[in-house]
């Protein structure tokens, strides 16, 4: 692709310049806010944005649901919906999405109708989200605008019939790379799931497929090597519960932690990146501080990361952790923090957790008993270290491949974000040398 022939000043910074003989137009030159309340009550499908589509929610009853829909707004085919709320706590979600349906979505978006292509609108707001315009319009702690506050942006406006042009190339290339994406995505997935029945059986089975076998007695466990045991977390484990957030104590008593929330906690590592600290008396302190070696698991949130383990390395001094959080202290001379490792990430495990968590909405949680009555498959010491020794190997490998894939991905999205804006801007002209015809 090339550029157009000629080009002029947009009047616009982030624009710089456009074709000669496109417009620079505000958008409430070209664009309406819409909002029709559901009062009707109408039973129409409930839409929802996700990942920068419209989709329709299939399950209802699942996730942060209303006690009814009459709150809720109706929008029609068209209908561009942004998502401009809690924009300083949130500069990675995609905020706009098309509609393609008829349905209702919550109120707190704003709908809006245009006069020209939509298809073509919502590309020039995508590559405006994407280049993170919206940000710089929030006010307020949370950062939440509406309409007024975007109405005056300016968009590049070509004629309608190069705005079809624009939008049938687009919607070609993008279809081509979402397949490219949904293939490697696809690779990643195998790959996980290759590296997890290698996980499950080493840690249940071992690493001898020959070896005699013997009922481990636990439903979800199955069968044992004869030379293993089967022992309850509280056995093998001390359980430490985390700090309450909330207490006040008197200043002068108090001295200032770091401590680490849910969100430092990640399946496989500790994340650093932005550390919380708290004022608590000294002695308080010190019943909540992790030691190297400490196996520190999630209480609660999304299903999938229920229980999701990580070990402490002392990265910080004196360093807490919330209640939200258990760090759990393994009897080296039965279990090797090592091992106990993949045992979390086992499927047993996962399934364990998940059977006995408390579930509100999309939400899971467990608690201290739950946790401490989770059975091991305990080999010797010695079998122990040959497991973690080959897993390591075998993670390795996995993960490697996996990051190269997601490298792809990456570079895939990162083309896909930059064809859309070059194209719906004017810096390439996608029509000249595409056996595109206009009209």
């Known amino acids: 692709m090339r550029a157009y022939d000629e080009y002029k000043d947009s009047g616009y910074d982030w624009l710089e310049k456009i074709p ?27 839409l929802s944005l996700s990942y920068g589509k419209i989709i329709i929610k299939r399950n209802i009853n699942f996730g942060l649901t209303p006690n009814d829909y009459s709150t809720y707004q109706v929008v029609t085919k068209g209908n561009i919906i942004l998502r401009l709320t809690d924009l300083q706590n949130d500069q990675k979600s995609l905020r706009t999405g098309l509609v393609k349906s008829h349905g209702i979505i919550t109120s707190a978006y704003t709908c809006i109708s245009t006069y020209c292509n939509p298809d073509f609108i919502h590309y020039i707001l995508h590559a405006y989200d994407c280049h993170k315009i919206f940000y710089g319009f929030g006010g307020g ?64 089975r071992g690493l ?51 401590y680490l929330c849910v969100a430092n ?29 400490d196996i520190l698991m999630t209480e609660g949130g ?30 080296q001379n039965k279990v090797l923090i090592s091992f106990f490792r993949f045992v979390l990430q086992a499927q047993y495990c996962k399934e364990y957790f998940l059977l006995s968590a408390k579930q509100t909405t999309n939400l899971a949680s467990t608690n201290k008993t739950t946790l401490s009555n989770l059975y091991v498959a305990i080999p010797s010491l010695d079998e122990q270290e040959k497991i973690v020794e080959q897993l390591d190997k075998v993670v390795a490998i996995y993960k490697k491949q996996i990051k190269i894939i997601e490298k792809e991905i990456l570079t895939l999205r990162e083309y896909k974000t930059k064809i859309i804006s070059d194209c ?9 040398d595409n056996d595109i015809t206009i009209g």
């Not at 030159?29 to 029709?36: A, L, T, V």
């Not at 990265?315 to 202290?329: D, G, K, S, T, Y």
């Not at 719906?424 to 000249?432: S, W």
Request: hydrophobic share 35%; net charge positive.
């Open 141 to 204: 702690v949370r950062q939440s605008i509406g309409y007024a506050q975007i109405k005056n942006i300016k968009l590049p406006v070509p004629p309608s019939e190069e705005q079809d042009a624009i939008v049938r190339f687009l919607d070609a290339k993008c279809a081509k790379i979402d397949r490219l994406i949904k293939l490697k995505e696809r690779q990643i997935a195998l790959l996980n799931e290759k590296k997890q029945l290698i996980i499950n059986q080493a840690v249940t």
């Open 208 to 258: 001898d497929p020959n070896v005699p076998m013997k009922d481990s007695g636990v439903d979800w466990i199955g069968e044992i090597p004869e030379g293993w045991e089967v022992s309850k977390l509280k056995y093998i484990g001390v359980i430490q519960t985390g700090v309450t957030l909330g207490k006040d104590y008197p200043k002068e008593t108090t001295s200032e932690y770091p």
């Open 302 to 331: 999304d299903p999938d990361k229920l229980g999701r383990g990580s070990v402490w390395n002392n990265e910080i001094a004196h360093c807490l952790h919330q209640n939200h959080i258990f760090a759990v202290r393994m009897d």
């Open 20 to 46: 000669a003989h496109w417009k620079c137009l505000y958008l409430f030159q070209i664009c309406h806010e819409q909002y029709k309340k559901n009062s009707s009550k109408e039973e129409l499908p409930v």
């Open 424 to 432: 719906v801007t004017g810096k390439l002209n996608c029509i000249a």
């Open 265 to 293: 906690v990640q399946d496989g590592y500790i994340d650093l990146k932005k550390i919380k600290f708290i004022n608590l008396p000294p002695k308080e302190a010190q019943r909540y501080f992790l030691q190297k070696g």
